[in-house]
């Protein structure tokens, strides 16, 4: 184990690969859940409760309005206590909701129980592991941001899947309860095994030292505007397009199997879009992954054959999920690392909640018009109105690298 953990500025110990490898697996269990696993409950709880699709759709968005206020409030408090801590609470608190879940006889109770997954569980996992990943990285973070991105993307395809198969065995309740009880199993020994790196293992301190090219606070507020708007698309398909691939005739499970199709590919695309943040820059990284999902994001609503779901899906499936690895490198490129994580936790906060209304207002738009041509071309213009503001905080990037040289380290990831 002394082997193991051992490091000296030259030769990076391997545990960071430890950190690595829980922390997709732990984002993927808990993530999947609370971004889009209820896509597949839609038509379940439709047809055995009676509710509408935009009421099932507020489920998912309290789970993730939770995410955006418990991720402020945790990423501030894994600045300061024990990160193992802070991530052991969210394993356990999002598997007993989950679980909980199962028991639930009325909307608002399935409200209470994934806001609190989400502010006490998920809050406390997304940004502080993001964070601690980067901390143990002096070069090539962007790569192994993009790992930990590609398991949440793993867990976003494949717990839809499975929750998909649980409920044509088990019903909705009895999804619920094994999903829970599974995450508590794998989450929890994960969890135990995050630490922070030693000074001699962890990012070095000199770019503490240099100027950013941006200023933080100036970050933070572009990033938070985008991220709204990014998002909003982003979670039209994660949300709606198993229900629209039912709508031609398809099955549960075989419109799950579109998703976890697109979301095989956003495994790839994630590290792939890690590997081009190292190489070009952070920010040029998310723009190219913000243009390919904006473009192609409105081609869903033009297919009416589950094969061409199934050929198209991996196509946007690969460069929508460099979005998030964008995000994350970005703000790991831009944001002094003493703050990285309470900064993360507002900029994400953001973006749970543009994910939380984008993913409403597409059943809401549904439930108004029967059709989802409206939830796709308002998904599309959220992604121009994203691209508008990247391209400013680029442009002062570009300003602030026109300064001394030693501000152009924070720029790029490495």
Same mark, same amino acid.
């Given at each position: 184990m002394q082997e193991i953990c051992k490091d000296t500025p030259a030769q990076p110990g391997r545990y960071r690969w430890v950190i690595v490898g829980a922390a997709s697996v732990v984002l993927a269990v808990a993530m999947g859940q609370l971004v889009n696993g209820l896509s597949a409950f839609?038509?379940?709880?439709? +047809?055995?409760?009676g509710w509408s699709r935009g009421d099932i759709a507020l489920i998912n968005s309290a789970g993730l309005i939770g995410l955006a206020i418990g991720g402020i409030a945790m990423g501030w408090l894994a600045d300061r206590i024990e990160t193992r801590k802070v991530v052991l609470a969210g394993t356990i608190v999002t598997g007993l909701c989950v679980t909980a879940a199962g028991f639930a006889s009325?909307?608002? +109770?399935?409200?209470?129980?994934f806001f609190v997954? =989400?502010?006490l569980g998920g809050g406390a996992l997304f940004a502080p592991?993001?964070?601690l990943v980067g901390s143990w990285f002096r070069t090539g973070a962007g790569l192994a941001i993009g790992i930990v991105s590609a398991g949440q993307a793993m867990g976003q395809g494949g717990i839809p899947l499975a929750n998909a198969m649980l409920i044509d065995a088990f019903g909705w309740r009895g999804a619920f309860v094994a999903i829970g009880l599974a995450s508590l199993a794998i989450m929890v020994p994960l969890a135990l095994?995050?630490?922070a790196p030693s000074a001699a293992e962890g990012a070095g301190a000199q770019a503490e030292k240099d100027a950013p090219a941006v200023h933080p606070a100036v970050v933070v507020a572009l990033m938070s505007l985008a991220v709204i708007f990014c998002c909003a698309l982003m979670s039209v398909p994660l949300m709606h397009l198993a229900p629209l691939v039912e709508l031609c005739g398809a099955t549960g499970p075989e419109a799950g199997g579109v998703l976890f199709v697109m979301m095989l590919t956003a495994i790839a695309g994630r590290v792939a879009f890690g590997k081009l943040a190292d190489m070009i820059g952070a920010l040029p990284a998310y723009l190219a992954a913000s243009v390919w999902q904006t473009a192609l994001v409105y081609v869903f609503i033009q297919i009416g054959d589950i094969g061409l779901?199934?050929?198209?899906?991996?196509?946007?499936g690969f460069g929508y999920a460099g979005v998030m690895t964008g995000v994350l490198t970005t703000l790991r490129a831009l944001i002094p690392a003493r703050f990285r994580a309470s900064a993360s936790g507002i900029v994400i906060a953001f973006a749970w909640g =543009?994910? =939380?209304l984008g993913g409403w207002l597409g059943g809401l738009f549904f439930d108004r018009t029967g059709s989802y041509d409206l939830t796709f071309g308002v998904a599309a213009l959220a992604g121009l109105v994203n691209l508008a503001l990247l391209l400013a905080l680029g442009a002062l990037v570009v300003r602030g690298k026109s300064g001394p040289p030693s501000q152009q380290a924070l720029t790029r990831t490495a």
């Open positions: 839609f038509t379940p709880l439709e +047809q055995s409760e009325t909307l608002w +109770q399935l409200y209470a129980l997954a =989400g502010a592991l993001f964070a095994l995050a630490r779901f199934y050929l198209f899906a991996p196509i946007y =543009g994910h =939380g």
